[in-house]
């Protein structure tokens, strides 16, 4: 039986799916004791959620040391404890997190006198993996504090209330908790780190640049926004992108807006040039023909055109001649 299993059975029979189990003789190591599992049923996806759990624990209750073949992050509410992997020890308290990964041999108690209470979710996926790495976690580096007043116990209690109202929606409550989580962890595990090692902070700002730009060219924005947006002075941001692209942020955006209308151009024929111009963040027309034919020395209309004529020309040539 999995650990998905054994958690999820302790909701009972009852038809209550989150259930609370008060613990007196000690069996569970838990004073209280709830979970809810993920209505809806893992096949293989990119990332899924498996189930979440609240627990008040008995002073000293061990787990392990053990095996776990699914992700479990913790988030310590109260109390303290000792978490321990192959390569570490850790004493955590009030606002920690740890994460168990798959394959990892771990073991974890809670405090002689200061028994934790913490909170925890379980996670699995294809793409798993890799959104931890992102985060920052390592097997050599699996823990972090986020302080007590971090949003992770909320959005955990979310998790678990959405999982036991058992609707199709909480499976995408519950993914949303989980990236707000591995945000946070990234925060603090992250500090100090650039995004990829040996790449220059130069050269991260103009990729930054070339994001915000082919992700708002449809709108209006100018390149004093996308300054604001980013947090850095006009002035410098237009420096160094020439000196990374060899084209000032103005012609890039402008050339940007002009490519994907050609595709709109092609794709999209029941437009009108109105339209496509609207839809590249130029709402002026007659300036958008006028920037259109600057750059392919051609109407928009008369492009269009072209690119109908040859698409047409190459259907006649494909039929058979006695077929024409």
Same mark, same amino acid.
């Given at each position: 039986m999995t650990e998905q299993r054994k958690e999820a059975s302790k909701t009972g029979a009852t038809g209550d799916p989150i259930k609370q189990i008060p613990e007196t003789s000690g069996k569970s190591g838990a004073l209280s004791y709830s979970v809810a599992s993920n209505p809806v049923y893992y096949e293989k996806g990119a990332l899924h959620v498996l189930f979440a759990g609240a627990s008040q624990t008995l002073p000293g209750h061990a787990l392990g040391p053990k095996l776990y073949d699914y992700y479990l992050l913790h988030y310590v509410e109260k109390g303290a404890g000792t978490f321990r992997t192959e390569l570490h020890t850790y004493?955590? =308290?009030?606002?920690? #997190? @740890?994460?168990?990964?798959?394959?990892?041999?771990? %073991?974890?108690? %809670?405090?002689?006198?200061?028994?934790?209470?913490?909170?925890?979710?379980? @996670?699995?996926? %294809?793409?798993?993996?890799k959104h931890? *790495?992102?985060?920052? @976690?390592?097997? *050599?580096? =699996?823990? @972090?504090?986020?302080?007590? %007043? #971090?949003?992770? =116990?909320?959005w955990l209690s979310v998790m678990q209330t959405a999982f036991a109202e058992r609707k199709e929606s909480s499976h995408f409550t519950s993914l949303g908790t989980l990236y707000m989580i591995l945000a946070e962890a990234q925060n603090h595990l992250s500090q100090g780190q650039t995004l990829i090692p040996g790449e220059s902070s130069i050269r991260r700002t103009v990729k930054q640049m070339i994001q915000y730009m082919s992700t708002q060219y449809a709108y209006p924005v100018s390149i004093e926004q996308m300054s604001a947006s980013l947090g850095y002075n006009r002035a410098y941001l237009s420096r160094i992108f020439k000196q990374e692209t060899g084209l000032s942020p103005v012609t890039y955006l402008l050339k940007l807006r002009i490519d994907k209308s050609r595709q709109l151009l092609r794709e999209r024929p029941d437009l009108s040039i109105e339209q496509v111009s609207a839809s590249v963040g130029l709402p002026d027309a007659l300036y958008f023909s006028k920037q259109f034919k600057r750059f392919h020395g051609e109407a928009p209309s008369l492009y269009r055109e072209n690119i109908l004529n040859r698409s047409l020309h190459q259907a006649t040539r494909q039929v058979p001649p006695n077929q024409r």
């Open positions: 004493d955590l =308290s009030a606002g920690d #997190c @740890f994460l168990i990964q798959p394959g990892q041999l771990v %073991s974890y108690q %809670s405090h002689a006198r200061h028994p934790w209470q913490y909170r925890w979710m379980a @996670f699995t996926g %294809s793409q798993a993996a931890i *790495e992102e985060a920052g @976690f390592r097997p *050599e580096k =699996s823990v @972090f504090h986020a302080g007590p %007043s #971090c949003g992770i =116990s909320d």
